[in-house]
């Protein structure tokens, strides 16, 4: 029996013109993470992870706090879905910079009231695919793991995919995938145990690597 490790990208560049960046908190996110890796043992067999730059510079730092990774296979399916290309289809005209509490809400709301939509079949964001494609890629990952591997595997993604992935296994309604989705943070851990027929839940969402009362504020969300 195999264990995959599931981890969510280090805070990115919210309100940023180019989030796609990992900021200095998510840096040190990530490599306090593969540095606790190394403390519990870990030897990864496969590390698969998104083609976003978020997700390569995570990996760079989980890889240089572990200090041993192998070269990681680049899976498009686990790439997060546009935000931004799935909030205009609610929501005419620019959105404002998500700079104060109220606007940081209504972002989120609005972006509940999309994933809602896409993932019932009702919209179709421009140059996303269906939602349907959209898990058909996350459960690619997911069944290429089980094929080939039987130790530990570690993947670096985002919130939707890592969302997808749990209500998938769990057989839960998407609806689920939407919550889980907007309560995941950043650099934190999802565990599967897996063999060549399944995957189940081990744990969710978890920070070990930030339980420290000194890195208490370094827990962020988006």
């Known amino acids: 029996m195999g264990t995959l490790y599931l981890v969510r990208h280090g805070?990115?560049?919210?309100?940023?013109?180019?989030y796609d960046q990992l900021s200095e908190l998510g840096n040190r996110q990530c490599l306090v993470l593969g540095q606790?890796?190394?403390?519990?043992?870990?030897?990864?067999?496969?590390?698969?992870?998104?083609?976003?730059?978020?997700?390569?510079?995570?990996?760079?730092?989980?890889?240089?706090?572990?200090?041993d990774l192998p070269a990681a296979l680049e899976w498009p399916g686990l790439n997060e879905y546009d935000s931004e290309a799935l909030i205009r289809t609610v929501h005419d005209g620019p959105l404002a910079r998500p700079d104060t509490p109220e606007v940081y809400r209504a972002?989120?709301?609005?972006?509940?009231?999309?994933?809602?939509?896409?993932?019932?079949?009702?919209?179709?964001?421009?140059?996303?695919p269906s939602w349907r494609e959209f898990v058909a890629g996350v459960t690619g990952?997911?069944?290429?793991?089980?094929?080939?591997h039987a130790g530990d595997v570690l993947v670096v993604s985002s919130g939707g995919p890592i969302a997808t992935a749990v209500a998938?296994?769990?057989g839960a309604p998407d609806e689920t995938a939407i919550e889980l989705n907007m309560r995941i943070r950043n650099s934190a851990v999802t565990e599967f145990s897996f063999t060549p027929r399944r995957h189940t839940l081990l744990a969710y969402n978890?920070?070990?690597h930030l339980d420290a009362a000194e890195r208490r504020d370094w827990v962020t969300y988006a």
């Open 141 to 148: 990952a997911l069944d290429h793991v089980r094929q080939h």
């Open 168 to 170: 998938q296994v769990l």
């Open 107 to 128: 972002h989120f709301r609005l972006l509940r009231e999309a994933l809602a939509q896409w993932t019932a079949g009702r919209t179709r964001p421009q140059g996303m």
């Open 206 to 208: 978890h920070l070990p």
């Open 11 to 18: 805070q990115a560049s919210f309100g940023a013109t180019d």
């Open 36 to 67: 606790w890796f190394r403390s519990r043992g870990l030897v990864f067999e496969a590390v698969l992870r998104g083609t976003l730059r978020r997700h390569a510079q995570s990996l760079a730092a989980i890889a240089q706090g572990h200090g």
